[in-house]
C-alpha cells in the first residue's frame, strides 16, 4: 500500500449536526478531513461522543452532511447515496438479524434483498459458510446462537452481495476474545487475500495496531491520522511498568497513580501497571517515591491516551467517597456460596454442578465465551432465575426461598443498558429509588448523592436514551447503587466503553470495594479481568480454572514460555479443554 493506491473514501471538512429533544443543537463532526485507501483496513478510534458511527453512517449514505464533501469508491455522498449503499456491506453495531430464522434462511433473505441470482448464491453460500465455520449450524434459528455465532452470521450477511467496501461499526462489541479473534482472521483474509477495502470502529485499542490506517477522533474533530506506529510514538519516553508493594494489589496502586497530576494513564498489567507520564517525564515524588519502575516500548493506546490528554486535558478524577456507610469489616466473610449448582432448560445443562465462594469486599470474576453459562450463574446469583438444584447463598440468604429479601441487599447493572430511555435521567433515579423503598429526606439525599457522584446533574432533564455512552453507565451505576447494596453485580459493564471510560469505571468499583462492598462481574475485556482477586473461567457449563489471575496465567502458560497475557491464558484453557472433550467424545463413539 502506497501514496498511489487509490482512495476510497474521502471527506472534506465535513460536517454534521443533530437537535436533541431539549431543542440543544448538538455538533457530531466539525470539520473532518479523512482519506482512507482501496483495498486497505482503516479504524476509527475515539471516545464516545467523537463521531465515529456518525462518520460510517454518513459514508453509507444513511444521512447527509451538512457541510464538507464526502466521497466514496469516487461518488458524491449527497448525491448518489443508493447507488453508494449498492457498492458497499453496512453492518452497524445492532445488525438486523431475524432471530425467528435460521442461519440459512437469514442468509436467503439478505440474497433476496440484493437480488442475487440462484448462480450467486450457489457461489456465495459454500464461501461464506466456510469462511465463518457456521455449515454445522445452518439449520439453527439466529437466536439460538452465541453471541460471536451471531456477529458472524451477521457479517456472512452484510457479504453476500460482494461488496467493494465494507463498513463495521464496533463489530466486536459483547464478544468473546475466541470469538472476536475469529472475526479478525475473516477481517484480515478479506482484505490481504481478497483486496477488499474496510473502514471499521472500534474501542478495542489493540485492534487498531492491526489496521493499515488509524483515523483518531475527538468531539467531532480529527485529531490525528496514519500508520498506528506514529500513534505510539506519541508515548515514547514516557511509558513505564511498575511493581504494587508487597501488601498492596495493581489496582490500589493504579488508583494512586491517577490521582497524581502527572499520570496521564495507569492501567494494571500482569499483576502491575503500566503508566503513561506526562512530558516531563514522571516525578520522584508522591505515589512515584518508593516504587520501583522500569521504561518500556510504548503500544497504540498509549500514545492515543497521550493524544487525547493534549486535546481533552487533564479531566477531573471520579470522588473516591461513594457510600455513606461502610459495609462491613468481617473481610474474611463468606457472602456468595455456590454448591453443586445446576441449572437446566429441559434437558440441556446451562450450569453443570459448579463450585466457588467469594468472600466481602472481593472483586470476583466469571469469564467465558459467549454460550459458556456465565450469564445464566449470574442471573442466579442476582435471584432473577431459580436454580434447578444445588445449594446457593447470597448475603446469608438461601435463593432457594428468599430470592426477593436477597434482592434487597445487592445492586445490578445490566450488560445492556436497561433503564428507560424515554425517561428523564431524574426521572429513572426517582423510580429506582421508588423501588428500593426509600422515603423523605434518605430518598432526597441519596437523589442527590447520585447527581453530584456521577456528574448527572446538567443532564437530570435529558431522556436516558439521548445520553452519552458514558454517562449511560454512569446512570446505570448510579440507579444500581441508590439503595447502598452489599453485593454489586456488574455484567459486561464497560462493554463498548471507551478507554476513558472504562478507567474512570474501575476507579468506581475500587472505592466501592475499599468500603466493603463486594463486587461480582463479567467481562470479555481480559484486561479487566488483572482488577479482580480471583476470577473463574467457564465453559459448558463448567468451571475450568478458577483462582488468583497470577494463577490463572500461570495455567495458560506454555512449558517453557514466557508468561502470558490474561487473554492468552483465557484462549489456551478454554481451547485445551475443548480439544480434550473432543477426544473424549470421540472415543465414546
Known sequence: MNATTPIAIRSRDLRKWFRRETGELLQALDGVSIEARQGALTALVGPDGAGKTTLIRLAAGLMRPDGGTLEVLGLNVAENPQEIQDRLGYMPQKFGLYEDLSVEENLELYADLHGLSVAGRDKQYPRLMEMTALKPFRKRLAGQLSGGMKQKLGLACTLIGEPRLLLLDEPTVGVDPLSRR??????????????????????????????????????????????????????????????PSTDGTARNLQARLLSETGIIDAVPEAGRVRFVGAESGPSSNGALADLKMVGIEPRFEDGFMVLLSRYAGQEQRPQMSLLERQCGEHRDEVIVEV???????????????????????????????????????????????????????????????????????????????????????????????????????????????????????????????????????RLAMAAALLHQPEILFLDEPTSGADPFARREFWLRVTALVEQGVTVIVTTHFMEEAEYCDRVV?????????????????????????????????????????????????????
Open 339 to 473: 454448591h453443586d449448582l445446576v441449572r437446566k432448560f429441559g434437558d440441556f445443562r446451562a450450569v453443570d454442578q459448579i463450585n466457588f465462594e467469594v468472600r466481602r469486599g472481593e472483586i470476583f470474576g466469571l469469564l467465558g465465551p459467549n454460550g459458556a453459562g456465565k450469564t445464566t450463574t449470574f442471573r442466579m446469583l442476582c435471584g432473577l432465575l431459580p436454580a434447578t438444584s444445588g445449594v446457593l447463598r447470597v448475603a446469608g440468604r438461601d435463593l432457594r426461598f428468599s430470592r426477593a429479601s436477597a434482592r434487597q441487599r445487592i445492586g445490578y447493572v445490566a450488560q445492556k443498558f436497561s433503564l428507560y430511555a424515554h425517561l428523564t435521567v431524574m426521572e429513572n433515579l426517582e423510580f429506582f429509588a421508588s423501588a428500593y423503598g426509600l422515603r423523605r429526606d434518605t430518598r432526597r439525599s441519596r437523589l442527590d448523592w447520585a447527581l453530584q457522584q456521577f456528574e448527572l446533574g446538567s443532564f437530570q432533564k435529558l431522556a436516558a436514551g439521548q445520553l452519552p455512552g458514558g454517562y449511560k453507565q
Open 537 to 589: 473461567i467457564m465453559d459448558s457449563g463448567r468451571i475450568l480454572a478458577q483462582g488468583t489471575p497470577a494463577g490463572i496465567r500461570g495455567q495458560g502458560r506454555a512449558e517453557h514460555g514466557p508468561e502470558p497475557s490474561m487473554e492468552d491464558a483465557f484462549i489456551a484453557i478454554v481451547e485445551q479443554s475443548r480439544e480434550h472433550q473432543a477426544i473424549a467424545d470421540r472415543g465414546a463413539a
Open 182 to 243: 475469529e472475526l479478525w482472521r475473516i477481517i484480515l483474509n478479506l482484505v490481504d487475500e481478497q483486496g477488499l477495502t474496510v473502514l471499521l470502529s472500534t474501542s478495542y485499542l489493540d485492534e487498531a495496531e492491526r489496521c493499515a490506517n488509524v483515523v483518531v477522533l475527538h468531539s467531532g474533530r480529527v485529531l490525528a491520522q496514519g500508520h498506528p506506529e506514529q500513534v505510539s510514538k506519541i508515548a515514547n519516553h514516557r511509558t513505564f511498568v511498575a511493581e
